[in-house]
């Protein structure tokens, strides 16, 4: 890192990962400039939190100057900023060091990675595999996300103590990487919609998130979701260690004897990697099929690994979720409580309460939206809610919309749905919030709702 050091660092774009960015270069003494392309009322925020790091960087908004770009010896970028930007091509030309953030973590990163890839699933399996990891007695940072960015496992101060280093990694942030060689990769799914405003076309966004793959040599690992991607020729003739995964068992699918990895048979995990283990599941705290199909995942990441096999079935026991999606809380006299704040659709919240064996308590509500039609909802959450309990802005149209539940109920707090619900809940329940609306009627966002959720929950 003392290759920085007192050096003039220009940082583009002004999110959360801008601001690591800021603290990082600060502990090197740097001479430190930002500019961001939105004008300077759209950052209001951020300009005022600028305002109060201490030195004060220097700041340009509304546009990209020349000038800042030439008089900086590093530049860094945020990914949502394109690595064509006229601007930073002129760095480049004139011998600038330039790096995406991602792609500066890299650079410090002397550790083993383990890089999950994939459309739908990474923030679980990457957080899966670090929670195991962690029980096997392993040191692990994870991250790559705006946050928790990459950046910030420079600053560790044990980075030296790091056994394994586990990155969420998306086709935006491949565009600016070169030469990036994990140890192990993951491949959740493809999916068939990708972001129109950073690639010109599905082959150009294939391309890029194919491109890790590439670098790979037969000491790496690549592990694959057998039942969405068995069929891609270009993870089949990858030149490395493959190891596939899957929800159907294969034995019944006729390819036990033609491919390793880890299935569900027999209503147990199995996984042949190494050695044959089996794993129980009837006390796996996560819900719903997508989750599942993460911890196979990472079982099979880990399984590649070594990790002894008591640390595996621990993480399939204990592992919670991630914050605010699906999130298990705690179990209270035989009620069990989960955070999914993050649903702030109705699309999400019917898919959340299916999720559960049985029909649950749900809490739900928010930020009313007068365009949204609940009607075309109702069916769902009656068959999967046995309690519906209502709260916030919306709470009288989706009422209305639930004529037909028996067990409907509007309150006048966010605190008394909390309470109301755990009062109607018997042994056995499971107590969900999931909005289904924004959360900005009540809270600043998302993340403030799930974690006051989780204040009086534990309140209880």
């Not at 650079?107 to 929670?131: D, E, N, Q, W, Y």
């Not at 999400?348 to 928010?366: A, M, R, Y």
């Amino acid at each position: 890192m003392d290759r920085f050091k007192n050096k003039k660092v220009l940082i583009v774009g002004i999110g959360r990962t801008g601001f690591t960015l800021i603290n990082f270069f600060n502990r090197l003494e740097c001479d430190i400039k930002v500019t961001d392309i939105k004008p300077i009322f759209d950052l209001n925020k951020a300009v005022k939190k600028l305002k109060k790091i201490s030195p004060n960087p220097q700041m340009t908004f509304g546009e990209h100057r020349d000038e800042d770009f030439l008089e900086a010896d590093v530049i860094v970028f945020s990914s949502s900023v394109s690595p064509d930007l006229p601007q930073l091509q002129l760095a480049r030309q004139n011998g600038k060091q330039v790096y995406s953030e991602f792609s500066l973590g890299y650079k410090l990163c002397k550790k083993p990675i383990i890089a999950v890839c994939g459309t739908h699933g990474r923030t679980s399996v990457a957080h899966m595999v670090g929670f195991t990891l962690k029980l096997d007695g392993k040191n692990v940072f994870v991250g790559g996300t705006s946050d928790n960015p990459f950046i910030e496992y420079a600053m560790l101060p044990n980075k030296d103590e790091t056994d394994y280093v586990v990155v969420e990694v998306s086709a935006v942030q491949m565009r600016s990487l070169e030469g990036f060689h994990p140890k192990v990769v993951v491949f959740t799914d493809i999916g068939e919609s990708y972001p129109h405003e950073h690639f010109k076309s599905v082959g150009e966004y294939l391309e890029t998130k194919l491109s890790i793959i590439k670098n790979l040599s037969p000491d790496d690992t690549l592990v694959v979701n057998f039942d969405k991607l068995a069929t891609n020729t270009f993870f089949r003739n990858a030149n490395c260690q493959t190891y596939w995964y899957s929800r159907r068992s294969f034995v019944t699918l006729g390819v036990m004897n033609e491919i390793q990895g880890t299935h569900f048979h027999e209503r147990r995990i199995h996984s042949n990697i190494n050695y044959h283990s089996e794993f129980k599941v009837n006390q796996m705290r996560i819900v719903g099929q997508s989750n599942r199909e993460n911890m196979l995942a990472a079982i099979t990441v880990c399984k590649s690994l070594d990790v002894d096999d008591k640390a595996i079935q621990k993480c399939i026991e204990k592992f919670p979720g991630i914050p605010h999606r699906l999130e298990f809380l705690m179990e209270k006299n035989g009620v069990s409580f989960y955070n999914d704040s993050k649903s702030e659709t109705m699309e999400e919240l019917v898919e959340s309460i299916s999720s559960f064996k049985d029909p649950v308590i749900l809490i739900s509500g928010g930020k009313d939206n007068e365009e949204l039609e609940y009607e075309k909802y109702a069916d769902d959450i009656i068959k999967h809610a046995r309690v519906l309990v209502l709260v916030g802005e919306t709470k009288e149209r989706m009422n209305r919309a639930m004529g037909l539940h028996s067990q409907t109920f509007v309150v006048g707090s966010f605190e008394e749905s909390v309470l109301f619900a755990y009062q109607k809940s018997r042994t056995g329940d499971y107590i969900v919030l999931s909005p289904g609306n924004p959360a900005t009627d009540f809270f600043r966002d998302f993340e403030e709702r799930g974690t006051y959720f989780k204040k009086l929950v534990y309140q209880l």
